[in-house]
């Protein structure tokens, strides 16, 4: 079992910098791939962006490359999900969600994560 806890979630404006951090306990941290999803109220729960155990693959949804990073520390057992140049649209409950995964694959689809944290609100004002 892996128990994940977001953090870092807020009010921002349009063009704001946000850190999401996800602190996961219970397993051996550096065997789980982990992702980022969101959802806003009415909709499915989307993709944002996935890393290998590692660190060393990262995966991200076309509607946020370029303006988010996901990074990794395995010492700290903890996923970071930097966010950038944020839109009124990126506004949703982001999730972290784990995956035990030994190699290298990076898992994108909702259903391929086991493990989920409770969410974190994040609300960009234009």
């Known amino acids: 079992q892996v128990q994940l806890v977001e953090s870092g979630g807020g009010l921002v404006q349009a063009g704001g910098s946000l850190r999401l951090s996800c602190a996961a306990s219970?397993?051996?941290?550096?065997?789980?791939?982990m992702g980022w999803f969101r959802q806003v109220p009415g909709k499915e729960r989307e993709y944002v962006a996935a890393i290998s155990r590692s660190g060393g693959s990262t995966s991200y949804a076309d509607s946020v490359k370029g303006r988010f990073t996901i990074s990794r520390d395995n010492a700290k057992n903890t996923v970071y999900l930097q966010m950038n140049s944020l839109k009124p649209e990126d506004t949703a409950v982001y999730y972290c969600?784990?995956?035990?995964?030994?190699?290298?694959?990076?898992?994108?689809?909702?259903?391929?994560?086991?493990?989920w944290g409770q969410g974190t609100q994040v609300t960009v004002s234009s």
């Open positions: 969600a784990g995956r035990y995964q030994p190699s290298v694959y990076v898992p994108v689809r909702r259903l391929e994560y086991a493990y």
């Open positions: 219970g397993r051996t941290f550096s065997n789980y791939a």
